[in-house]
T-cell receptor
Framework: GENVEQHPSTLSVQEGDSAVIKCTYS??????FPWYKQELGKRPQLIID?????GEKKDQRIAVTLNKTAKHFSLHITETQPEDSAVYFC??????????FGRGTSLIVHP | DTAVSQTPKYLVTQMGNDKSIKCEQN?????MYWYKQDSKKFLKIMFS???????INETVPNRFSPKSPDKAHLNLHINSLELGDSAVYFC??????????????FGQGTRLTVV
């Protein structure tokens, strides 16, 4: 089955800095890679996603890159704000019906 | 309208009891899931159902049994609850399938506390 590794587990930045979270996956059949944000006590919610036929996608301050050859994808957040503080999860959908999640990154943005 | 709803939101119960968590989605999705989120925030897949059929059952004790009466519902029954079952349980759904994978929508979670 799919295995998703996510790093770092904790990321602390100053407001205005950039944050980068990296994930690797194992199943070459995976073709859909969403990123979720989970605020304290809330449900995970999609913030951006990318499909395997695209190398990069951007939505305002958030961007995701995908390297299919190396089987890794990354989330980039620019000009971080305190409200970006949350746990972020990457996930990979492979040749099955199962989205496999990384272990999460706790992002802390200091004002 | 809530896309994925699960009840109850909080559940406190004693060891040895049997309890159920209900989940319903109104998105017309074919696939539903149950995830367990422990204190370290790891989202671990427990079950996945596609069109009412079990697709995957990870290494979950057989005290946990999913029930899918129809495509829109996936309930979770837990027998003989143990302290280690305390966690947040999330139901989710997606329009899954190879080549057609889409966003998974999550319910609000059920915080289960076993005392």
């Amino acid at each position: 089955g799919e295995n998703v590794e996510q790093h770092p587990s904790t990321l602390s930045v100053q407001e205005g800095d950039s944050a980068v979270i990296k994930c690797t996956y194992s199943d070459s059949a995976s073709n859909y890679f969403p990123w979720y944000k989970q605020e304290l006590g809330k449900r995970p919610q999609l913030i951006i996603d990318i499909r395997s036929n695209v190398g990069e996608k951007k939505d305002q301050r958030i961007a995701v890159t995908l390297n299919k050859t190396a089987k890794h994808f990354s989330l980039h957040i620019t000009e971080t704000q305190p409200e970006d503080s949350a746990v972020y999860f990457c996930a990979a959908f492979g040749g099955s019906y199962i989205p496999t999640f990384g272990r999460g990154t706790s992002l802390i943005v200091h004002p | 309208d809530t896309a994925v709803s699960q009840t109850p939101k909080y559940l406190v119960t004693q060891m040895g009891n049997d309890k159920s968590i209900k989940c319903e989605q109104n998105l017309g999705h074919d696939t539903m899931y149950w995830y367990k989120q422990d204190s370290k925030k790891f989202l671990k897949i427990m079950f996945s159902y596609n069109n009412k059929e079990l697709i995957i059952n990870e290494t979950v004790p057989n005290r946990f049994s999913p029930k899918s009466p129809d495509k829109a519902h996936l309930n979770l029954h837990i027998n003989s609850l143990e302290l280690g079952d305390s966690a947040v349980y999330f139901c989710a759904s997606s329009q899954g399938g190879t080549g057609a994978n889409t966003e998974a929508f999550f319910g609000q979670g059920t915080r289960l506390t076993v005392v």
